[in-house]
């Protein structure tokens, strides 16, 4: 990479920080619009794709895979349930521990979902290779920049 000067490094275009906020605003904005056909907000959307990979899951696994602490957790978790699409029930084995399991209703919404996930990709307006290098190049990113302290 090219040194900047100082008066460089300091604009708002050049950092990328601000690239990545402006993209993920963009993105939230983009799936707020397919979600409503679901009834899902986007945080609640990733907490559904995670139970639809993984099944059921503790609220540990949870917030580790998503980045999310209990605080940010419980109340997506506690709306999901009140909408009949997943329960939290105490681990048998850990009273400290809870599960959360997909509900009948949870997992038969995963059928609805493959068009969403399609339709934002066409709208990243991003050729297959690209959008993938993109998806590789983040992770890379956080897992570099989880690796001097922890992300969440």
Known sequence: M???SQDDILKLDRQLCFALYAATRAMTNAYRELLTSLGLTYPQ???M???WEHGTSTMKDLGQMLYLDSGTLTPLLKRLEIAGLVERIRSHVDERSVEVHLTEAGL???NQAPPIARE???RTALESEAFTNLREHLHQLTAALSATGDVM
């Open 2 to 4: 090219r040194q900047m």
């Open 108 to 110: 038969s919404l995963k």
């Open 49 to 51: 794709l995670v139970l």
């Open 45 to 47: 959307y990733l907490v």
């Open 120 to 122: 934002f990709i066409c």
